[in-house]
């Protein structure tokens, strides 16, 4: 509805957009140049069944602007979705920047845009991919791009690398296949000739790929950035965002079928809940290193494939953001939104990290060609709430209309204005760092152990998460035709774990080879050997770390039902009250509960009145939903024993480790769904019986049962 909504409590940003926003509702359609149209229906022609005139100036400009109504999608992070909130800073990030947005209690309006990397605007948002995390915070003092991902590593060191890694994972150029997927040859290709990737290739193989919902993933700025506070004084720092929510992922199976079922899964589901009032929200989190610690520990600080394990350095906590606005339009907003990590402001710089520094080139020349010029950060979202003075002038679609005769510095026609802010005014000055070395075209020695923080990440996860990365990596590398590549990769995978290798060499049919011969690092060249290419640990460092799993995370450690997802399974004759007691108690903790039928519509209740009905079973699944109720009533469960839909819910659920809960009647439908593996349906961990809600609820909280995966299941 293009209403006018009523005055709410607007920030510095949003009322800056009102200026742009537009309201139809009620008015007269008009051209763009605002003369009345009285009939947007017929053409103008010579006779009616003659042809359409040159003339009709509303036929050519309503045509002329469809036809160009589509821009480049971005080369990179096509398909994204985007929400309005805002940052509030705590009391203790003053300490470390002088940055306004960091000072006690102060709060930012944001705008942040999650993204797959891969796949192209319409592709799903379940592919197994790295999910991009970028924040733009309208400062007082100008605008501050926190571009990350949700993964804290990358698969390269060197900017100069990254149109190769992009070729290698984008659609193969002679077919244009496969679409936003990394299972295919020339993706493995490239790993398997870049070993620095490896540590990548453990968290993207890992469940962190494919995220339950944009809400419950955390944030990284990947690189090492710098920090400096009111006395000048620099310190490194990391970047993390915390999601209240914990961390949830899905299991690749489910990410398939969801796919298909729903395939702007992440999208939806951050809009419906901001819609309802469920705003997600994240701690941000430094860790702080003191210049004089750079070379403590056993890795380079400036490598944008290392982490700094949580263990060496805690994370502190220094805001918080939450996201409780969706844009008002796609294109306007999400679209044209530009990001950018050199957007900094004073209290923040740059190290010189050569993947941050190649960045740093990047974005901006990208937007040229995506949103056409030098202009774009007059677009309304991109645009500053801090006031722009400057003598940059023209180009395309310029909005700004500048005054008077003086656009150069310095002047003595304008009194040398714009003029120079000193730093105690709020000026920039760039971090000052001592420099000197010859000019070369090289990688430091510091950056070539490219295993031991992946066999970090490896050693840290729990069984199920090490199942589901050898998974992973059976389906890529099985999807992959050269048994060269796949070779390749079982020899660097040795490196990480012989334990990993030998697993996925059993799915893939293959023997681990020996390392022997195969040129398996082109970057160090002559230095062929991987057992070579390693760094002694840190001081510290115990060979694992809990916040690399998301079982062992602390993030997780919190655990309730909020937001969760229900299928309450029902047909007509169900028992009314089964279905509202449960709903009541799930809604009481945070979570929602869908009725799920046969048909659409109102179900026929037994002891109530009829039931409006979420969803038949034709249009949702028990892939989209967090856990699975059996309504009681004999005649529904019958009815729902008949349909193949019904048992295969149940079953799914099972198998993708599920809670599952029925009230007494229920459990003939689970008992239906009992497949070879799962007999213990409907016993065993997360299963609860006999109309036992608090048990379900209970089975909710904890989330998923993975125990069931491994032992049902043959052992990968
Ligand atoms: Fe990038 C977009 C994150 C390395 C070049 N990048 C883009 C977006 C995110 C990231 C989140 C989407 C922003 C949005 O929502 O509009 N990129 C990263 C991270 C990296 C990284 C966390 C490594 C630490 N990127 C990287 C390198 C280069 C680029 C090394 C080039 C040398 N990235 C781009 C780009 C994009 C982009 C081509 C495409 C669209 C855009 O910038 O605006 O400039």
Same mark, same amino acid.
């Given at each position: 509805m293009s209403k006018k909504p009523k005055p709410t409590e607007q920030d510095a940003k949003s009322q800056d957009l009102e200026q742009n926003r537009e309201y139809g509702h009620g008015e007269f359609l008009t051209s763009n140049q605002g003369v009345r149209v009285n009939n947007d229906q017929n053409s103008e022609k010579a006779g009616e069944r003659g042809p359409s005139l040159l003339e009709d100036f509303l036929l050519r400009e309503?045509?002329?602007?469809?036809?160009? $109504?589509?821009?480049?999608?971005?080369?990179?992070?096509?398909?994204?979705?985007?929400?309005?909130?805002?940052? $509030?800073?705590?009391?203790?990030?003053?300490?470390?920047?002088?940055?306004?947005?960091?000072?006690?209690?102060?709060?930012?309006?944001?705008?942040?845009?999650?993204?797959? +990397?891969?796949?192209?605007? /319409?592709?799903?948002?379940?592919?197994?991919?790295?999910?991009?995390?970028?924040?733009?915070f309208y400062t007082q003092e100008g605008v501050y791009d926190?571009?990350?991902?949700?993964?804290?590593?990358?698969?390269?060191?060197?900017?100069?690398?990254?149109?190769?890694?992009?070729?290698?994972?984008?659609?193969?150029?002679?077919?244009?296949?496969?679409?936003?997927?990394s299972a295919h040859n020339t993706f493995w290709d490239f790993i398997s000739t870049n070993p620095e990737a490896m540590h990548m290739v453990m968290w993207v193989m890992s469940d962190r790929a494919l995220p339950r919902s944009l809400r419950t993933m955390e944030g990284f700025n990947i690189h090492t950035w710098r920090l400096i506070d009111a006395d000048g004084k620099a310190r490194f720092v990391k970047f993390h965002w915390k999601p209240k929510l914990g961390i949830k992922s899905v299991m690749w199976d489910e990410a398939l079928q969801i796919s298909g079922k729903d395939p702007d899964f992440h999208r939806r589901d951050?809009?419906?809940?901001?819609?309802?009032?469920?705003?997600?929200?994240?701690?941000?989190?430094?860790?702080?290193?003191?210049?004089?610690?750079?070379?403590?520990?056993?890795?380079?600080?400036?490598?944008?494939?290392?982490?700094?394990? $949580?263990?060496?350095?805690?994370?502190?906590?220094?805001?918080?953001?939450?996201?409780?606005?969706?844009?008002?339009?796609?294109?306007?907003?999400?679209?044209? +939104?530009?990001?950018?990590? /050199?957007?900094?402001?004073? /209290?923040?710089?740059?190290?010189?990290?050569?993947?941050?520094q190649g960045r740093l080139f990047s974005y901006t020349d990208t937007q040229l060609t995506r949103l056409g010029g030098p202009n774009f950060h007059e677009i309304p979202i991109n645009r500053s709430v801090a006031p722009i003075h400057n003598n940059q002038r023209d180009g395309h679609m310029r909005q700004q209309i500048n005054v008077g005769k003086t656009s150069y510095g310095p002047n003595y026609l304008n009194d040398n204005t714009p003029k120079q802010a000193k730093q105690s005014e709020g000026g920039f000055v760039s971090h000052q760092e001592r420099v000197e070395g010859s000019k070369v075209r090289a990688r430091s020695k510091s950056f070539v152990d490219h295993y031991s923080q992946a066999r970090l990440f490896w050693n840290s996860q729990a069984d199920w998460e090490k199942?589901?990365?050898?998974?992973?990596?059976?389906?890529?590398?099985?999807?992959?035709?050269?048994?060269?590549?796949?070779?390749?990769?079982?020899v660097h995978l040795n490196q990480v774990a012989q334990e990993l290798a030998q697993r996925v060499a059993k799915g893939l049919g293959l023997e681990v080879p020996s390392a022997k011969g195969m040129q398996l690092n082109r970057i160090v060249g002559a230095d062929e050997d991987p057992a070579r290419l390693q760094s002694k640990p840190a001081s510290g460092d115990e060979g694992k770390s809990d916040a690399l799993s998301i079982e062992f995370s602390p993030v997780n450690a919190q655990k309730d039902i909020q937001t969760k997802q229900v299928a309450i399974l029902a047909a007509d004759g169900a028992d009314a009250a089964s279905i509202q007691s449960l709903k009541k108690a799930l809604e009481a903790g945070g979570a929602t509960a869908k009725l799920v039928a046969p048909h659409l519509g109102m179900l026929k209740v037994q002891g109530g009145e009829a039931l409006r009905i979420d969803?038949?079973?034709?249009?949702?699944?028990?892939?989209?939903?967090?856990?699975?109720?059996?309504?009681?009533?004999?005649?529904?469960?019958?009815?729902?024993?008949?349909?193949?839909?019904?048992?295969q819910f149940v079953n799914e659920a099972y198998r993708h480790c599920k809670p599952i809960g029925a009230a007494p009647a229920g459990e003939a439908l689970l008992k239906a769904a009992a497949y070879a593996g799962a007999e213990d349906l409907p016993g065993g961990p997360g299963v609860s019986v006999a109309g036992n809600t608090d048990q379900f609820i209970q089975d909710l909280t904890t989330g998923r049962f993975w125990q069931r995966e491994l032992e049902s299941q043959p052992k990968v």
């Open positions: 309503k045509i002329t602007h469809f036809d160009h $109504e589509r821009i480049p999608e971005r080369v990179v992070h096509a398909r994204g979705v985007a929400a309005h909130g805002y940052f $509030e800073a705590y009391d203790n990030a003053q300490q470390y920047s002088r940055a306004q947005f960091l000072q006690p209690g102060v709060r930012t309006p944001i705008f942040t845009r999650f993204s797959t +990397v891969a796949g192209s605007r /319409g592709s799903s948002d379940m592919a197994r991919d790295v999910r991009g995390f970028a924040v733009k926190f571009v990350g991902n949700n993964i804290p590593v990358f698969f390269i060191q060197d900017a100069i690398k990254f149109p190769d890694l992009i070729h290698a994972v984008k659609p193969e150029p002679h077919n244009e296949i496969p679409q936003a997927a951050l809009w419906d809940n901001i819609e309802q009032g469920n705003f997600p929200e994240w701690e941000l989190g430094v860790q702080v290193v003191e210049e004089e610690d750079e070379f403590k520990f056993g890795f380079d600080l400036l490598d944008a494939t290392k982490i700094i394990p $949580e263990e060496l350095v805690p994370v502190t906590i220094i805001g918080r953001m939450v996201l409780d606005r969706n844009p008002d339009n796609y294109f306007a907003e999400t679209e044209q +939104v530009a990001f950018h990590p /050199g957007h900094v402001v004073p /209290g923040i710089d740059f190290t010189n990290d050569p993947l941050l199942a589901h990365i050898v998974k992973a990596l059976r389906f890529e590398l099985g999807k992959v035709e050269d048994e060269g590549v796949r070779e390749r990769m079982l969803f038949s079973l034709q249009t949702t699944a028990s892939v989209l939903f967090d856990g699975v109720y059996v309504a009681g009533g004999e005649p529904s469960v019958q009815a729902l024993r008949q349909q193949p839909d019904a048992v």
